[in-house]
């Protein structure tokens, strides 16, 4: 009998650069955002949104920016500028397109992967669920950021531009880390809430199905009844809690059942949500490593 031969297949062992384990999450993030940038309508196209959006406040900002009207209704109304009344709310022209963009985007992330199995990938390559988890939300929050917090960042800027003096100037220098504020805000809003309903399922349609009818059936089901309950009711409604932070920033009111919002109520909305989210996503995550999703079984 012949002895067993062993043949060379080609195999060889890997010799590259190795990453370290603390870094494995940028690596999730750039394919997070370069997959959202292929084609055009996931980002591109409603980035233009976005930019056209800019543009057109801005324009209204430089030709109205010296009227004056009313904040609240009634005698005692307090009179501003159009152009400083305007501001606070320029955040609120950027929620419709951060709702898309969390439909394209956000709301099919963690289902679109169990799904697909691309969580035998991820695990096959010793990620970790803590990797996974912040590697999707800093892809995510880099891209709605530059919708949420880039568009009313700019508006600033022109507002600041429209000044008659530089003690005017000066005085309205504030308004950038506000609308940074608000921005911040906005983009935790389309980026964590939406991820989170997208570990409720995993069906890209259902995940899809759900986030849009929590935003926009129970989020107007609970302003409608904050009128005949409690204001603090409104402030499920995602966009009213981010109208709300945004005007007590600029200590200003707005007429509208959205600006009866308390700011207590609004920022526990805000970050009950966020925290519930990102719950739900390391759940998904990790139940589907310990489950054997991850190529181990």
Sequence with gaps: MSAGQ?????????????????????????????????????????????????????????????????????????????????????????????????????????????????????????????????????GLAVLLAVIMAAGPLVLAGVRLGLSENLDELIGLLPILAKELAVGAIGTLIYTAIPLGFSALSTSRRYALAIWAAYYVMIGSMASGLAIVTTPALAAIDLPASLQAISLYLFDQQFPGRRANVPISAALISVFGHTAAAIAAVVWRVRRAQQTGVGGSS
């Design 6 to 138: 062993i043949h060379d297949l080609g195999y060889k062992r890997y010799v590259g650069s190795r990453r370290a384990m603390g870094t494995r999450w940028r690596v999730i993030m750039r394919h997070q955002i370069t997959s959202a940038w292929a084609g055009w309508w996931r980002f591109k196209l409603w980035l233009i949104a976005a930019l056209l959006t800019t543009t057109s406040v801005s324009a209204v900002l430089y030709f109205m920016h010296d009227r004056a009207f009313k904040m609240l209704g009634g005698i005692g109304g307090q009179v501003v500028k159009f152009a400083d009344g305007l501001v606070p709310l320029s955040a609120m022209f950027y929620c419709k397109v951060g709702f898309i963009v969390s439909l394209t985007i956000s709301a099919t992330v963690v289902a679109g992967d169990l799904q697909s199995g691309a969580f035998t990938f991820y695990f096959a390559r010793s990620v970790r669920p803590v990797d996974y988890v912040i590697g999707k939300l800093a």
